[in-house]
């Protein structure tokens, strides 16, 4: 076991220390899950009070923004995955980088297709309150779907940019220093976590949001 | 669970009998303000929660001078935003976070032989979040207060309310953060660093206490970060999931705050119990009765207490059906309860008790707890609650159990673990003294309002008939008691940090990891990790000793 | 006993009775579970002192079979309490068939009443005696809660739909109306007086309040100007559901559900009717949310329940 300046007093091995750390974000997801939770909850018990509305509603969402968002996502996570693997793998700092930056600019493409879709439903008049046109079908529950959606998109988005910060803190301060080897990547494994969530969370939203009225 | 302590821990600490304390290591702000020693964060909560307290109690002061006479003393306007001021800062701000933020963050690692909690950072970060949260709401207080009560009921603090609802809502929401950071701490700390020998069935209550209420905080808080977020948007935009124009139901804010709000009072009395638990078989010399109950105990709490939450709605048109069950599960969620009371009274049996302040804290809490319950199985009973429910026997109630149980506690445990946090003894005689009188103002101040529930007067009312004057003076009279029983432990505590004896390493002969270093113990708890061969209170009041970890008996 | 300092409120309605005799029997379970603990605590405290010399010898190491014992004895007495408590909540919130109906609106900070003859009070309401009395309740604005201590009677008035509740009154006198669901600035002062009077004293307080129309009345009134006879009506051409004889039936809605039709139904259909369309009827009853007061629904809805009830319609 080397001797780590990354080993802290608390703990006496970095493994245990590794170990500990992922079972935080764990937990951490446990609370993430419940706050999302919450929300899609209450999507669902409007949703099965106002069916025709919301899917009249749903039907003004910009179908191939959601898709493609969806694949590039869990695009990302496959990357960040073969990132995590090639960490574990002593001769392929290089290509664990390399995934880093892929993951990284999913991401950033991610963000770029969401906020071309936020623009489109301004142009759209789907912002409740602000600038919302009723669209027939829809009465006064359909605005509830789009502050749903507004709502729901936009902390799924602060939570990605919240994953992409921690990546680039990973790639520009902690690979920089070396402190990441096959001998304790777990902070990039933490970080993996959290990304996988990130994703699993649009998973959830996907069909919420684009689907229901399509079908 | 898979062995999860450690073999040996680096031999890179010096001897503990020449190391500086936590205290006097590093001296500078910044050595504090950015620390990472559990017990210097566990300070500077301590100082944040009580500054709270005496807002909240200031708020209080006010109300109880109010309600003195009916003519009154504040502009109704004002009234509403005193007592909805006091509700949020004294939940979030004082009762929610006191005992785990300040007893918890220094005792947890000290007493599963730990050097720190498992993320020292995080630790930090929450005490700067709750500060935030503090200054959002000191903020919305500075600027008159929100106006509905703590309980925000849609919609009146969506629409009709004219106070600072938003900031208000924020102040919470961002509070949440805070408390799940703290737990999350917790809970992984007490899975994962435990010193070798130290089993979960050998761990003390008080440890299962903020087990427990960690388990419940991470799983409650995150409904309420959404609740409030969702209020604060449509108090902000006008439309919302609870907004009765398009469509949205208000009583569906209810079901979701108090699917927060029921685990919530229990997160404020499950690290009470644990501190309870560790107060009794300390002053009576002798082990718990049942730990194993008791433990189980807690985990039934942390458990039913989701399963209960529409009592708070029994006259809000829920269906009979609903209200039939969860008055159903609410009495199942009573038993733990009565079982832990029970337990710690015959754990009095046989032992050597002794009257020191912490157990005149402890006994007390026995008794108003006990009080506070059974008026709870009052407000269980669907058909009682139909009448009570929205009067001040609701009020008294929970006084019972938040003021009297868990207020009690949090002095119990600040005077029992003072020596080793500080180093000084307190005075005993003022400590009993101040007991005693807190005892007699709360009975005082609170009593009074069952009978004014049961006569009809509601709550939040900043006024009343005059036939009803009587019992609201004797309330307000206890008050004016019960805020100089918690002044005087300011005065003498304060004093015994300059002017107290010093205390050894364990003046009370308890038993337990944290009383095996010195007081105040050094920055990195323990030279090398103790070795546990013992379950908790290992006291034999047969032969008035007690047991250490080696295996030797020590007189008191 | 003395009257300037008061300890129990009225008893004044058959309601009441059974809350009261339900409250005593918790005081007393609760007096002695208070006396058992206290009592056991002192005992220990004063015989198990730190310099007492009793004997600590001999102290019981199973502790199972107490534990076992106490907790399936406390779970006894809880249920036994809960059943009692649940059986007299599943009476209280069922109304028995009424003698009289009364309307409530709350609204910041006063309470209207309306009675179907069309007499109006503000923070009061007078009631016969001895007869069952149905308060139907709605809100303009914010949740209040319609409470009458002398009655143990409670229910929130939550806007957005209809509640009901009800009481019989077994004594004269007036008794006092709270609120008590924080309600705002004045919610302290929203009170009122429920008075019960005589059967013959509360006919001359009908006829003397000088109305000419019923509320039934205003609302046929109501009907015709906001063109609701133009489908509703009988020579109506459009295919709308029959009112006649609805009030009280089983409706089938276009979703699949089936509803009652109580006060709380009409009030959806009139505010909000797309969602709640009846099936085999096209979607195309207007809406008129914001167009009516909670005043003027409670008329329309009178007039609704005039046209007969759970009698032969004819759809």
């Known amino acids: 076991m080397p001797a780590d300046a990354r080993l802290e007093i608390q703990f006496a091995t970095l493994e245990q220390q590794g170990d500990t750390a992922q079972v935080g974000m764990w937990i951490f997801l446990v609370n993430e899950t419940i706050f999302f939770g919450a929300l899609i909850f209450t999507y669902f018990l409007y949703r099965l009070t106002y069916p025709h509305e919301f899917a009249a509603a749903a039907k003004d969402t910009v179908f191939w923004a959601g898709t493609a968002n969806f694949v590039i996502l869990v695009t990302s996570s496959l990357t960040m995955v073969l990132a995590i693997n090639a960490a574990a793998q002593e001769e392929r700092p290089n290509q664990m980088i390399g995934w880093l930056i892929v993951t990284v600019g999913l991401g950033f493409l991610f963000l770029g297709v969401k906020g071309y879709e936020y623009y489109l439903d301004i142009l759209d008049r789907v912002v409740p309150v602000v600038h919302f046109e009723v669209k027939p079908g829809e009465g006064s529950a359909g605005e509830l779907f789009w502050v749903f959606y507004w709502i729901a998109t936009g902390l799924h988005a602060i939570h990605l940019t919240v994953g992409i910060g921690l990546l680039l803190y990973m790639l520009l301060w902690r690979i920089r220093r070396g402190e990441i080897t096959p001998a304790y990547y777990a902070p990039l494994e933490v970080v993996g976590i959290y990304w996988s969530f990130v994703d699993t969370v649009w998973l959830f939203l996907y069909p919420c949001i684009y689907l229901v009225g399509r079908s | 669970m898979s062995t999860t302590t450690f073999e040996g821990m680096p031999a890179t600490e010096p001897r503990a009998a020449t190391e500086p304390s936590y205290l006097t290591s590093e001296n500078t702000i910044a050595s504090w303000l950015f620390t990472r020693d559990h017990k210097r964060i566990a300070l500077m909560f301590f100082a944040s929660v009580t500054f709270f307290f005496f807002v909240g109690g200031t708020a209080a002061t006010l109300m109880r001078l109010n309600l003195a006479t009916p003519q009154g003393l504040l502009q109704p306007a004002v009234y509403n935003r005193m007592f909805t001021m006091h509700g949020i800062i004294m939940v979030w701000f004082f009762l929610i976070p006191s005992i785990p933020t300040t007893f918890g963050n220094f005792f947890i690692p000290m007493m599963i032989g730990a050097r720190d909690l498992a993320f020292p950072r995080v630790n930090l970060l929450s005490w700067y979040v709750f500060n935030l949260s503090g200054l959002v709401v000191l903020f919305a207080l500075v600027m008159g207060g929100a106006d509905t009560g703590w309980t925000f009921y849609t919609p009146l603090s969506t629409v009709y309310a004219d106070g600072y609802v938003f900031a208000a809502a924020i102040a919470v929401f961002i509070n949440g953060f805070s408390s799940i ?52 948007f449509e108090r902000f935009t006008g439309i919302g999931p609870f907004s009765v124009q398009h469509g949205g139901d208000p009583i569906l804010w209810q079901h979701m705050f108090w699917f927060y709000s029921h685990p919530a009072v229990y997160i404020m009395i499950l690290p009470a119990m644990g501190v309870v638990s560790e107060l009794i078989p300390c002053y009576a010399r002798r082990p718990i009765f049942g730990y194993t109950g008791m433990a189980i105990a807690l985990m039934s709490l942390a458990i039913l207490t989701f399963f209960v939450w529409a009592h708070h709605m029994f006259v809000a048109g829920i269906s009979v059906y609903s209200a039939i069950l969860f008055s159903l599960m609410t009495f199942f969620v009573a038993v733990p309860s009565a079982i832990k009371v029970f337990n710690w009274t015959v754990s009095l049996h046989k032992g050597r008790i002794i009257f020191d302040a912490p157990m005149l804290y402890a006994l007390g809490f026995v008794l108003l707890f006990t009080l506070g319950g059974v008026t709870g199985l009052m407000l269980a009973t669907l058909a009682v609650d139909v009448d009570l429910h929205g009067t001040y026997f609701v009020i008294a109630h929970f006084h019972y159990i938040m003021v009297g149980a868990t207020v009690s506690a949090f002095f119990g445990a600040l005077h029992y673990w003072w020596p080793k ?136 | 006993m003395y009257h300037w300092i008061p300890f129990w409120p009225d008893t004044a309605a058959v309601n009441a009775v059974v809350v009261n005799n339900l409250y005593i029997a918790e005081l007393g379970l609760s007096a002695v579970i208070m006396v058992t603990v206290l009592a056991m605590m002192l005992t220990y405290c004063v015989r198990y002192r730190s310099n007492g010399t009793a004997s600590r010898g001999h102290r019981l190491e199973r502790t199972w079979h107490f534990e076992i014992a106490w907790t399936v004895a406390t779970l006894g007495v809880f249920l036994i309490v809960f059943v009692w408590g649940a059986q007299v909540y599943a009476w209280l919130y069922e109304p028995p068939p009424a003698d009289e109906e009364v309307y409530v609106v709350g609204k910041q900070w006063m309470w209207k009443v309306e009675h179907p003859g069309g007499q109006r009070e503000i923070d009061a309401l007078h009631v016969p005696v001895g007869k069952t009395i149905r308060v139907v309740m709605g809100s303009e604005d914010v949740i209040h809660s319609f409470f009458i201590p002398a009655f143990r009677v409670k229910h929130d008035v939550v806007p957005g739909t209809l509640e009901t509740v009800w009481f019989k009154a077994d004594k004269t006198g007036v008794f006092r109306l709270e609120c008590t669901q924080f309600c705002g600035l004045q919610h302290a002062t929203m009170q009122g007086e429920i008075d019960v009077m005589s059967g013959a004293d509360y006919a001359r307080w009908l006829t003397s309040q000088g109305v000419h129309e019923s509320l039934a009345e205003q609302g046929a009134d109501l009907f015709r100007a906001h063109g609701c006879s133009g489908c509703h009506g009988q020579n109506s051409t459009v295919h709308a559901p029959s009112l006649t004889g609805l009030y009280g039936t089983m409706v089938h809605l276009q979703d699949g559900s089936v509803r009652l039709a109580d006060e709380a139904y009409l009030r959806d259909c009139i505010l909000n009717p797309r969602s709640f369309t009846v099936a085999g009827f096209p979607p195309v009853m207007p809406d008129f949310a914001g167009q009516l007061g909670e005043d003027e629904v409670i008329k329309l809805i009178a007039y609704i329940k005039s046209l007969g009830s759970k009698q032969e319609s004819l759809r």
Not at chain 2, 508 to 514: D, Q
Not at chain 2, 519 to 528: Q, R, W
């Open chain 2, 181 to 232: 950071m703290t737990a999350l701490n917790f809970i992984v700390t007490i899975h994962r660093m435990r010193a070798p020998g130290m089993t979960w069935m050998r761990l003390p209550l008080f440890v299962w206490g903020i087990y427990t209420v960690s388990v419940v905080m991470l799983t409650a808080t995150p409904v309420l970060a959404m609740d409030t977020f969702l209020l604060a």
């Open chain 2, 421 to 556: 946090m500080t180093g000084r003894l307190y005075p005993e005689m003022w400590a009993r003294s101040a007991a005693i009188l807190m005892y007699v103002g709360f009975n005082m101040t609170f009593f009074p309002q069952f009978v004014l529930g049961y006569l009809g007067m509601p709550r939040r009312s900043y006024t009343y008939p005059v036939e009803w004057q009587s019992w609201n003076v004797l309330s307000s009279a206890g008050a004016s008691i019960l805020a100089i029983a918690y002044l005087l432990p300011l005065l003498y505590l304060g004093w015994s940090i300059f002017f107290g004896r010093k205390a050894g390493p364990n003046p009370w002969g308890a038993t337990g990891l944290e009383w095996a270093t010195p007081s105040p113990p050094p920055t990195h708890n323990f030279g090398d990790t103790p070795i546990v061969t013992l379950g908790p209170y290992s006291y034999d009041p047969e032969n008035d000793t007690f047991i250490d970890q080696e295996g030797v008996s020590h007189a008191r």
